[in-house]
């Protein structure tokens, strides 16, 4: 069994991935700010170290990576890490301290679609901030791979899914305006033909993918790989597939960009162009040869466990 650090321990993965791991022995340490619990209770965490450090301070002192290395971790994973200057420190601390060091990226790195399901290997186009500071992280970190032998793994999540936050919803956002619209089988606006895709995946299944991630060392090591449902939704199929989950027949009307920007909430539409311009639909037969990774729910499933949640701890009104 190992020792294993993981940085953002009480987030969306770290909830799930931390009793994995204590479960299956490892001694687990996790770091965070310390200003949140896990999403869900688990008495796993009775088990776990904790350790408060807030990275942004100790990166700016350039301290985060010692401080890291000095926890002894046999794995280290990653899961806030968001600018290349940030992933410098801490893996230039690491390298020859650690077995192996994994990194949550996101499908984001892609950019636009050109070929769907779009593989990891494909020449990646990157647009906005978020998706070109990933993309040259993985640059980065698959480059210290080759030519110094690091060895890291890094895990491409979709819109992550699970109880105790809201889903990325049917219009491409995250008001949850949207399943009460739907809820009470009022009539959902759509973009364009509602024929965009999003691409989600549960926390539970990304922290599965890690565990296979670090069980298959020997092949996982200097790859990338996908962490999403078997199958992208669009935009259209997903908003119907939840209008008869609430048991209402489906509502859609459909309006071209800029009438539906000006339907919404600015943030609201903001939101969904990030999401519909890249219209992500990604492959994971990389993940399924290679680790033999095979995600528990579909795209829908996990939505439904999510507002389920939502809907059972009175954080969504009908």
């Known amino acids: 069994m190992a020792r294993i650090v993981i940085i953002g321990a009480t987030g969306h993965i770290g909830t799930y991935l931390v009793p994995r791991l204590v ?7 996790a770091v965070s700010r310390g200003a949140a619990q896990p999403y869900l209770p688990d008495t796993a965490w009775n088990q776990v170290e904790r350790v408060t450090i807030d990275r942004a301070a100790a990166e700016a002192n350039g301290d985060f990576g010692r401080a890291i290395a000095d926890l002894k971790g046999d794995i280290v994973i990653d899961n806030i890490c968001f600018t290349l200057e940030s992933a410098q420190q801490l893996a230039e601390t690491l390298i020859g301290k650690v077995r192996h060091f994994l990194h949550i990226g996101t499908i984001w790195t892609h950019g636009f679609s050109e070929v769907v399901p779009t593989p990891e290997d494909v020449t990646k186009r990157p647009f906005g901030d978020y998706g070109v500071q ?19 793994t890094i895990i491409h999540p979709g819109h992550i899914v699970g109880q105790g936050w809201s889903p990325l919803n049917p219009a491409g956002h995250f008001d949850n305006a949207a399943f009460q619209t739907i809820a009470r089988g009022e009539i959902l606006a759509l973009p364009n033909f509602g024929m965009e895709t999003v691409h989600h995946i549960h926390a539970d299944d990304i922290a599965i993918l890690l565990m296979l991630a670090m069980a298959n060392w020997s092949v996982s090591v200097g790859e990338a790989f996908h962490a999403v449902s078997p199958g992208a939704v669009t935009l259209r199929g997903y908003a119907e597939a939840m209008y008869r989950w609430f048991g209402k027949e489906p509502s859609v009307s459909f309006h071209t960009w800029e009438d539906w920007k000006s339907m919404q909430k600015p943030e609201n539409a903001a939101a969904t162009w990030e999401h519909i311009a890249r219209s992500p639909n990604a492959s994971i037969d990389k993940g399924r040869r290679l680790l033999g990774y095979a995600p528990r729910y579909t795209s829908l499933e996990a939505v439904q466990e999510s507002v389920s949640w939502l809907l059972g701890n009175g954080k969504l009104a009908l």
């Open 23 to 29: 479960r299956a022995g490892h001694d687990v340490v």
């Open 134 to 152: 990933k993309a040259a992280i993985e640059d980065y970190l698959l480059g210290l791979a080759r030519r110094d032998d690091f060895p890291v």
